[in-house]
C-alpha cells in the first residue's frame, strides 16, 4: 500500500514537472545575481560555470511577480523605516529651534538685565 501511494507520487511528480536541463543536459545550479539590477535575484545556470565551457542556458527561479513581490516587500519596509526616521528628525529639529530661541531669549534677557544695570 505505502509503495503504491509512494509510485503514484513519482508519477505524478514526473507527470506535472519535467526536470530543468541546462543545453549539456545536466541539472543546472541555483546561483544568486550580484548585478545592479537584479540583486540577489535567484537564477539557474549552467553546471560548468567556470569549470569548463558553458552554455548559455539561463532561467531566473522566482517568477516575475514573485520576486518583484519580495523587492516590493523589502522597498516598503525601507520606506517605513526611512518615514520613521524622517519623523525622529523632525522632531529633533523643532526641539533644537525651540532650544535655540529659548537660548536666544535668555542672551537677549542678560543682555538687557546687565546693560542696563550697568549704566553707572
Ligand atoms: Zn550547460
Not at 530543468?20 to 545556470?45: A, E, Q, Y
Not at 519623523?87 to 523643532?94: G, K, Q, S, W, Y
Request: net charge positive; proline share 3%; charged share 20%.
Amino acid at each position: 500500500m505505502s509503495s503504491g501511494s509512494s509510485m503514484y507520487t513519482r508519477n505524478n511528480v514526473s507527470s506535472t514537472r519535467r526536470p530543468l536541463l541546462c543545453f549539456h543536459g545536466r541539472k543546472p545550479v541555483l546561483r544568486i545575481s550580484l548585478t545592479k539590477d537584479n540583486p540577489g535575484r535567484r537564477f539557474w545556470g549552467c553546471v560548468y560555470y567556470n569549470v569548463q565551457q558553458e552554455c548559455s542556458f539561463f532561467r531566473w527561479a522566482d517568477p516575475d511577480s514573485e520576486y518583484f513581490a519580495i523587492e516590493l516587500g523589502k522597498m516598503k519596509k525601507v520606506i517605513e523605516t526611512l518615514k520613521l526616521r524622517a519623523v525622529v528628525a523632525e522632531r529633533h529639529l523643532t526641539l533644537s529651534v525651540v532650544l535655540e530661541m529659548i537660548g536666544w531669549i535668555l542672551v537677549i534677557f542678560l543682555w538687557l538685565h546687565f546693560s542696563g544695570s550697568c549704566s553707572c
